[in-house]
């Protein structure tokens, strides 16, 4: 099945710090990443639409000047949070589309996460 | 808008007694429907999806679902279940939004607890 990675899978930063999380799919190419924040207990929150070649959609809510997305390759998708405040601790988890060739029948498959904590 | 709603926060069932999850949901349209386990600390891992065709759709590690139209449900359910099955459930739901992207919604999910 389609194989989706993230780097790092933990990571601690110091307040007003910047992180970058990478997504990759490891072997298939998608056009199209997904950005999800996970708070405890709780469901999964869409961030943002990542499209390879162009500019993310963003969800209503999500600033996109603090949450960077860019996603150069068919294969890798970053999201940067910058300038990280303790309220962006979370565990962010990205997906990518399977490539199946029907649209309509498309899964998305999940990366492990990664967990962030601002200290 | 869509939604989805996992009514039960937790489900306990013993070991080798079948378990069912449940799911409801809210679409316009035909709906597209998944379920996804979640272990501790790990992103989603797809268990099985309903496109369209049988109501009864088989996924993974033995687990399958049943899609019901006039209810607007689609219950997870196994035959019996196993220790290693205890995780976090999540039913989703995906259609096209205005923008035209596949948005998915998913529910709250469900913490299955399975008791030797």
């Known amino acids: 099945g389609a194989v989706v990675s993230q780097h790092p899978s933990w990571v601690i930063c110091k307040s007003g710090t910047s992180v970058k999380i990478e997504c990759r799919s490891l072997?298939?190419?998608?056009?199209?990443m997904f950005w999800y924040r996970q708070f405890p207990k709780q469901s999964l929150m869409l961030m943002a639409t990542?499209?390879?070649?162009?500019?993310?959609?963003?969800e209503q809510g999500v600033e996109k000047d603090k949450f960077l997305i860019n996603h150069a390759s068919l294969t890798l998708s970053t999201l940067t949070v910058t300038s990280a405040h303790p309220e962006d601790s979370s565990f962010y988890i990205c997906?990518?589309?399977?490539?199946?060739?029907?649209?309509?029948?498309?899964?998305?498959?999940f990366g492990p996460g990664t967990r962030l904590l601002v200290l | 808008a869509q939604s989805v709603a996992q009514p039960e926060d937790q489900v306990n069932v013993a070991e080798g007694n079948p378990l069912t999850v449940k799911c409801t949901y809210s679409?316009?349209?035909?709906?597209?429907l998944f379920w996804y386990v979640q272990y501790p600390n790990r992103g989603l891992q797809f268990l099985l999806k309903?496109?369209?065709?049988?109501?009864l759709v088989k996924g993974s590690y033995g687990f399958e679902a049943e899609f019901n139209k006039s209810q607007t449900s689609f219950h997870l359910k196994k035959p019996s279940a196993l220790v290693s099955d205890s995780a976090l459930y999540f039913c989703?739901?995906?259609?096209?939004?205005?923008?035209?992207?596949?948005?998915?919604?998913f529910g709250t999910g469900t913490k299955l607890q399975v008791i030797p």
């Open positions: 990542s499209n390879e070649g162009s500019k993310a959609t963003y």
């Open positions: 989703a739901v995906r259609a096209r939004n205005s923008g035209g992207y596949q948005k998915v919604t």
């Open positions: 072997d298939f190419q998608a056009t199209t």
């Open positions: 679409v316009s349209g035909n709906p597209y």
């Open positions: 309903y496109i369209t065709g049988d109501n």
């Open positions: 997906s990518a589309r399977d490539p199946s060739g029907r649209v309509v029948e498309e899964t998305q498959y």
